[in-house]
């Protein structure tokens, strides 16, 4: 369940200096953060949601490397780490996801029990925990190839772990959210650089979606590449009987909720994350003062 647009979506960059890669969101840049039902901030703290925050603060730190790498290599230095630094900050985007998942669930006080009830359990405690472990050893590119590696060969022995895991991303709809935070993202990036005038001229609303929209198979199979290697990896010390829990709960009313939920409200926190860097991208290209 909890595999937030953020990081492999923000993170698919670019061709020709610009980030390449339902319907697509309309995101501002800045918008007013209005005060958290505290029931919801109870949840997200239940959620371990500083504990993941950091490691996607971790994440966009790394991206704004690789960026730097892409986009104006060698010209960043300490100054473009410190912009990064900044726009991945950790109380902001806690901030601002506990407001965006209180507009989704503060009017439903009931669902709000049912889901906190289950992720406060010693199952949804010891998956969540799961589930960060394993996005920070992710970090690590060799332990990415080695799991990898591992995902082929359950799939190449007909492992029955396998069907599980597949179950389990098609009840939270993991690839096809993932994709258009993706895609939502990549056209926050796009309208955070237009807005320097960082164009030689005028890119229209159109080319920018017919350009977004042309990544989408490149989003959709790195998206593929990554998930099952992170959930095989995650959920390894799961029992069958804990991760067929899970997947109960996902497939639950609840489960669908909350899950919709967190899409939404990381869809929020990191078009406007993806915005700010592409307009600090364009000024760092432009040799302007951020």
Not at 134 to 142: G, N
Request: proline share 4%; hydrophobic share 50%; glycine share 6%.
């Amino acid at each position: 369940m909890f595999l937030p647009p953020l990081a492999r979506s923000v993170l698919l960059v670019i061709g020709l200096a610009l980030p390449a890669s339902g319907a697509l969101s309309e995101t501002p840049q800045a918008v007013q953060v209005l005060p958290a039902d505290p029931a919801v901030v109870a949840l997200a703290d239940t959620m371990l949601m500083d504990d993941i925050i950091a490691v996607m603060r971790e994440e966009g730190i790394a991206y704004g490397q690789t960026l730097e790498d892409e986009m104006f290599p060698g010209s960043g230095g300490a100054r473009w780490d410190a912009i990064v630094a900044t726009i991945y900050d950790s109380v902001a985007m806690r901030q601002a996801f506990d407001a965006a998942l209180s507009r989704e669930l503060s009017q439903d006080p009931a669902m709000l029990g049912q889901i906190q009830s289950f992720f406060a359990s010693a199952q949804g405690q010891t998956a969540l925990k799961l589930e960060i472990e394993a996005r920070r050893a992710l970090l690590d590119p060799a332990v990415e190839d080695a799991a990898k590696v591992a995902w082929q060969d359950m799939q190449a022995n007909d492992d029955p772990r396998v069907a599980q895991l597949q179950q389990f991303a098609q009840t939270n709809d993991l690839i096809e959210s993932n994709v258009m935070g993706a895609l939502n993202a990549n056209l926050a990036f796009y309208k955070g650089m237009a807005s320097t005038g960082a164009f030689p001229e005028d890119m229209t609303e159109d080319q920018m979606l017919s350009d977004v929209w042309s990544q989408e198979a490149d989003v959709r199979a790195e998206t593929e590449d990554w998930l099952f290697p992170f959930l095989a990896l995650a959920y390894q010390p799961l029992s069958d009987n804990d991760l067929a829990a899970y997947i109960a709960f996902s497939e639950s009313d609840a489960g669908q909720r909350i899950n919709a939920a967190l899409f939404a409200a990381f869809d929020d926190v990191f078009t406007r994350i993806s915005g700010s860097l592409g307009a600090a991208a364009a000024r760092q290209m432009q040799g302007d003062d951020i």
